[in-house]
């Protein structure tokens, strides 16, 4: 049972222009959302979060979207530049209740931003 | 400061064999996790350590999996008689004390191939 889904496997997007990840999730107990960003031969490296008291969390061209009653969230990363180019994971925790202590993940989204 | 290592980084077994992965955390960090990422699917939670607590077991997929963290640092992750869905690319992480979910350090990950 996949608690976190990234339903498309890869993404292809021009340099410059927006990159938009999807993530949907289903455990209501979740109430702390995670990016990670994966390049080739390393380890996932944390990118943004959001807590479900916001909707939105933004760190310079990363924007993080949360819509609790649709269960989804979204990366946006604006403008994309080809360092970008990775595979970007999806997690989620239920820190409230004080399980904090493991990340359930999505299967990844392959982000290839092209010239 | 060196970040989270693993070795091997490679390792390719015999069907039936056992083997050992072994992860160093950062130096401090209280909260040790082993996760692995199986072909096509997201990173699944194996088994958790934070300081001399009895461990988080509750991802371990079978018996044939264990670990053990000696001294509060080094963890080793063992796999007994193994089998050909135990081939995936294993990750450790490590997190220091009351830090965040999100401030989970990955290691480059040993990719394990059970023929």
């Known amino acids: 049972d996949q608690q976190v889904k990234q339903n498309s496997p890869s993404l292809s997007v021009q340099e410059g222009r927006i990159s938009i990840l999807n993530c949907d999730y289903t455990?209501?107990?979740?109430?702390?959302f995670l990016w990670y960003k994966k390049y080739p031969a390393e380890g996932p490296t944390f990118l943004i979060s959001i807590s479900s008291i916001k909707d939105k969390n933004e760190d310079g061209r990363f924007t993080v979207f949360l819509n609790k009653s649709a269960k989804h969230l979204s990366l946006h990363i604006v403008p994309s530049q080809p360092g970008d180019s990775a595979v970007y994971f999806c997690?989620?925790?239920?820190?409230?209740?004080?399980?904090?202590?493991?990340?359930?993940f999505g299967t990844g989204t392959r982000l290839q931003v092209t010239l | 400061g060196a970040g989270v290592s693993q070795s091997p980084s490679n390792k390719v077994t015999e069907k039936g064999k056992d083997v050992e992965l072994r992860c160093d955390p950062i130096s401090g960090h209280t909260a040790l996790y082993w996760y692995r990422q199986s072909l096509g699917q997201g990173l699944e939670f194996l088994i958790y350590?934070?300081?001399?607590?009895?461990?988080?077991k509750s991802g371990l997929p079978s018996d044939r999996f264990s670990a053990e963290r000696t001294g509060g640092s080094v963890s080793t992750l063992t796999i007994q008689r193994t089998q050909q869905e135990d081939s995936a690319v294993y990750l450790c992480?490590?997190?220091?004390?009351?830090?965040?979910?999100?401030?989970?350090?990955f290691g480059p990950g040993t990719r394990l191939t059970v023929t």
């Open positions: 455990n209501s107990m979740f109430d702390y």
């Open positions: 992480a490590s997190r220091g004390t009351g830090t965040s979910a999100s401030e989970q350090y």
């Open positions: 350590f934070q300081g001399n607590s009895a461990p988080d």
């Open positions: 997690a989620a925790s239920g820190w409230s209740t004080g399980t904090a202590s493991k990340l359930t």
